[in-house]
């Protein structure tokens, strides 16, 4: 059984270059050169001779000795008893909240993260206006979000795309362009309370997106039936 993740590796052309652009976004620098620890993830840097940059490798994280299944659709996927993340939260960038893995099957997916590895399956929704079928994978603190087109299907399975935690989203957004990092203005996310904003520069190319949870107050207002609102 999968408790969590270990790491996640982003295989670029240029390590100094794409360490310089993550050190930015991220607001602190790569203890080691080219890795960072997060609170629920590690974020690992590694070369490739490729001409762009791409999510290359997910290690998941077990406390007990969980082999990992032959098939892995294709993905390159390991698993350690090994962890090395931070136990601090902050105002600014401090987690990944969800990884997006876009797949030729959803059912396939169920099959190899749920059946074979345990994690919890939160969500499985249809999204017809953009003929499409999600899922939210949810494990130690982090959601796996798989995305199955079905207008336009995919020929292989892949990771796509990071969005980040980050405790005070203005703040976040304020440093970020005094580092020159790039971004679109605040606006409200898909669950309820939530603000997001996306990144649009200094993500290494990889669809990169900012959220800030839900305050308690707000998922209060949020959830509270429009009788009782004033």
Same mark, same amino acid.
């Given at each position: 059984?999968?408790? /969590?993740?270990?790491?996640?590796?982003?295989?670029?052309?240029?390590?100094?270059?794409?360490?310089?652009?993550?050190?930015?976004?991220? /607001?602190?620098?790569?203890?080691? *050169?080219?890795?960072?620890?997060?609170?629920?993830?590690?974020?690992?840097?590694?070369?490739?001779?490729?001409?762009?940059?791409?999510?290359?490798?997910?290690?998941?994280?077990?406390?007990?000795?969980?082999?990992?299944?032959?098939?892995?659709?294709?993905?390159?996927?390991?698993?350690?008893?090994?962890?090395?993340?931070?136990?601090?939260?902050?105002?600014?960038?401090?987690?990944?909240?969800?990884?997006?893995?876009?797949?030729?099957?959803?059912?396939?997916?169920?099959?190899?993260? *749920?059946?074979?590895?345990?994690?919890?399956?939160?969500?499985?929704?249809?999204?017809?206006?953009? *003929?499409?079928?999600?899922?939210?994978?949810?494990? /130690?603190?982090?959601?796996?979000?798989?995305?199955?087109?079905?207008?336009?299907?995919?020929?292989?399975?892949?990771?796509?795309?990071?969005?980040?935690?980050?405790?005070?989203?203005?703040?976040?957004?304020?440093?970020?362009?005094?580092?020159?990092?790039?971004?679109? *203005?605040?606006?409200?996310?898909?669950?309820?309370?939530?603000?997001?904003?996306?990144?649009?520069?200094?993500?290494?190319?990889?669809?990169?997106?900012?959220?800030?949870?839900?305050?308690?107050?707000?998922?209060?207002?949020?959830?509270?039936?429009?009788?009782?609102?004033?």
């Amino acid at each position: 059984m999968i408790d /969590g993740f270990s790491q996640l590796q982003i295989d670029v052309p240029n390590v100094d270059a794409a360490v310089n652009e993550y050190s930015a976004l991220l /607001g602190r620098t790569a203890p080691d *050169g080219s890795q960072w620890s997060l609170a629920n993830i590690a974020l690992r840097l590694a070369p490739t001779t490729a001409e762009t940059a791409k999510i290359s490798r997910l290690s998941l994280w077990s406390k007990d000795d969980t082999d990992l299944p032959e098939e892995t659709l294709g993905l390159s996927l390991a698993v350690t008893s090994k962890r090395d993340v931070s136990s601090t939260t902050s105002e600014d960038i401090f987690a990944v909240d969800h990884l997006v893995l876009r797949t030729t099957s959803a059912d396939d997916c169920i099959a190899l993260f *749920g059946d074979r590895l345990g994690m919890r399956l939160a969500l499985d929704q249809q999204v017809p206006e953009w *003929g499409g079928r999600m899922l939210f994978f949810r494990c /130690g603190k982090l959601t796996l979000e798989v995305i199955q087109s079905l207008d336009n299907p995919i020929e292989q399975d892949h990771f796509w795309g990071i969005t980040y935690l980050c405790g005070n989203l203005s703040k976040t957004l304020a440093r970020l362009d005094c580092e020159g990092v790039m971004h679109s *203005g605040p606006r409200e996310g898909r669950k309820p309370g939530t603000r997001v904003a996306t990144v649009k520069s200094h993500s290494l190319g990889i669809p990169t997106l900012l959220i800030e949870p839900a305050s308690s107050e707000s998922a209060a207002k949020q959830s509270r039936p429009a009788s009782s609102k004033r």
